[in-house]
């Protein structure tokens, strides 16, 4: 782990009404009852349920509800807490402006993702003061098309502490539409080459930052025959992401460039600069005739070389209907000219000075 001056825990949801301990209930699933969720090496029967917008988490009986939070006046946001740490969660635009601000402090610390139940996905960012023994984590459920952003974050002292904000996250469930897990933005049969562990893994993390940019699922726009549409995406390990897709439809030829703020191999982060502007016919022939020199529509999605940093390079197509992706790891050397020529024709739409 990478240390820090902090070690956040956040937990944002981005819509419904503030969170609250509710009144003591003998059902374990409403908020106020017995926590119904076990954690390994901890006994949590006795916590208690904390209600959010489609959310339920759990807290130890001890704690209460501190203040109202950052500011005063807010009604999208909880905190809870002892003498030596809290815990709360934020929504709407209080906690996109929290998750964005502590993203660049938390990336300075260990990133990993947190599976939960229902397929959501939480990533864990955390750094310590190890002088004054003060730490803060943050988890963080990207926003999906059934779901807002939910954020969690804490504070607090000591290893003790520490561990019992770690069993809260681990207490979070999601009810409802938020439960689903994302729609990936790659069709779940795509043979990738690798074992169907490698599928997933690909497909989860791939689909995780094009999501965060909100841009379209390409093999859902092979559903119009009239549609042609290329996207070349880099996701470096340790820099932001970057997507650009040219598309023609009719008379349209538009070009979208997206650049993230987070890293290709861990946090997305979120839209730090997006364009759009029109192409020019000559500019879409030529990205085409790249393509085609280079046999896109042929190319097996993936090949051999895979690795753990580096980046990917993740090129789509939708032509008459029929949708193709080819994916390839820090493709260098003669074997992959024809490949980054693809890279080349796109670079140069985006040249400074091209509007």
């Not at 932001?240 to 997305?268: C, K, N, W, Y």
């Not at 029929?322 to 050397?333: C, E, F, I, L, T």
Request: aromatic share 8%.
């Amino acid at each position: 782990m990478r240390s820090g001056l902090l070690l956040l825990a956040t937990l944002v949801v981005a819509r419904g009404a503030m969170a609250q301990v509710a009144p003591t209930d003998s059902s374990v699933d409403r908020p106020g009852s017995g926590c119904p969720v076990d954690v390994d090496s901890l006994d949590v029967r006795g916590w208690i349920v904390v209600a959010a917008p489609d959310a339920r988490f759990c807290i130890p009986p001890g704690w209460r509800a501190i203040g109202s939070g950052p500011t005063p006046e807010a009604h999208d946001h909880a905190r809870f807490g002892a003498p030596d740490g809290f815990v709360e969660w934020l929504q709407g635009p209080l906690a996109d402006s929290v998750s964005s601000r502590d993203l660049i402090d938390a990336t300075s610390g260990s990133g990993r993702q947190w599976a939960k139940p229902g397929g959501r996905v939480g990533d864990i960012s955390s750094s310590e003061d190890e002088d004054q023994d003060e730490f803060a984590i943050r988890w963080v459920w990207s926003q999906t098309e059934r779901a807002p952003e939910f954020v969690l974050r804490g504070r607090g002292h000591g290893v003790a502490m520490r561990d019992t904000l770690e069993a809260i996250a681990r207490t979070v469930r999601f009810s409802g539409p938020a439960a689903a897990p994302p729609i990936p933005y790659f069709p779940l049969g795509e043979s990738w080459g690798t074992p169907d562990s490698m599928n997933s893994f690909f497909n989860d993390q791939f689909s995780r930052q094009l999501r965060a940019m909100r841009d379209v699922r390409m093999p859902a726009l092979a559903a119009d025959s009239s549609v042609e549409s290329y996207r070349i995406t880099y996701l470096p390990t340790f820099a932001p992401g970057i997507t650009e897709r040219a598309t023609q439809h009719g008379d349209s030829l538009t070009l979208v460039s997206i650049r993230l703020s987070g890293m290709g191999g861990f946090d997305p982060g979120h839209i730090k600069q997006r364009q759009v502007r029109i192409l020019t016919r000559a500019e879409w022939a030529s990205l085409k005739q790249a393509l085609d020199s280079a046999q896109f529509w042929s190319m097996p999605t993936c090949d051999d070389g895979i690795g753990l940093d580096g980046t990917y390079v993740v090129v789509e197509g939708v032509r008459n209907g029929r949708y193709h992706v080819v994916v390839r790891w820090s493709p260098a050397g003669p074997k992959y000219a024809a490949f980054r020529a693809i890279g080349t024709a796109f670079s140069e739409l985006t040249k400074p000075g091209r509007k």
